[in-house]
């Protein structure tokens, strides 16, 4: 994981002098993410669950060709959870409280005025978070690893070299593997899981 973390920020930080046109901030924002969870090897089991949380984004989005319209978004997040419910229940000390949510997306740029843009893009995330907790005689730990389909449309805001960004980020999972250990022993297990996460945010930026 460490090393999966280091790439994606070398590779952020190579990527600022590969396109000439582009910036790079951070953002905020609400998020809320309901989803049924279908196990493998028991068709008959489902479980729907409401999340709630804080998610941080550390973005940067880089423009190319001769109009600088398309361009390559990374995003590094972080998504804090606030609350699970599952069946009007808190469940929120059985689930993780962070999730690591790097993403890659291609970005194409309208521009509304001389300094308004209106950004749409789509591509790839991906999702951690682990659990573990230890008693008298036991450990227990586990990790989920989602993928899912990620979509944005911000507003950018330009003032000089610096700017503010606002908008709405939308992920649809479609594959989940959870990996657990109890007692020495380990599994891991595929996951159905059928949702949607919206999370409205605002931040700033600096462009170049």
């Not at 994606?8 to 930080?13: A, R, T």
């Not at 997040?77 to 999730?99: K, L, P, Q, R």
Request: net charge negative.
């Amino acid at each position: 994981m460490k090393k999966f973390i280091t790439l994606l920020l070398v590779s952020f930080l190579l990527m600022t002098n590969v396109f000439a046109g582009g910036f790079a901030g951070v953002n905020a924002g609400p998020s809320f993410d309901i989803y049924t969870m279908k196990y493998e090897g028991m068709s008959e089991r489902s479980d729907t669950f409401m999340d709630s949380g804080v998610a941080f984004d550390l973005y940067s989005t880089f423009f190319f060709g001769e109009k600088e319209n398309i361009g390559l978004g990374i995003k590094l997040g972080a998504d804090a959870n606030i609350s699970t419910s599952y069946d009007g229940h808190d469940v929120s000390n059985d689930f993780a409280e962070t999730d690591f949510t790097p993403a890659v997306t291609f970005q194409y740029r309208i521009g509304l005025t001389d300094s308004i843009d209106l950004l749409l893009g789509a591509g790839l995330e991906y999702a951690y978070h682990g659990k573990s907790s230890s008693g008298d005689g036991y450990f227990e730990s586990y990790s989920f690893h989602s993928f899912a389909v990620s979509a944005n449309t911000d507003f950018a805001f330009r003032f000089g070299h610096f700017g503010i960004l606002a908008g709405v980020n939308l992920g649809v999972p479609f594959m989940t593997i959870v990996n657990s250990s109890y007692g020495g022993h380990s599994d891991s297990m595929n996951i159905g899981k059928l949702g949607v996460q919206v999370t409205p945010h605002a931040g700033v930026f600096y462009c170049w």
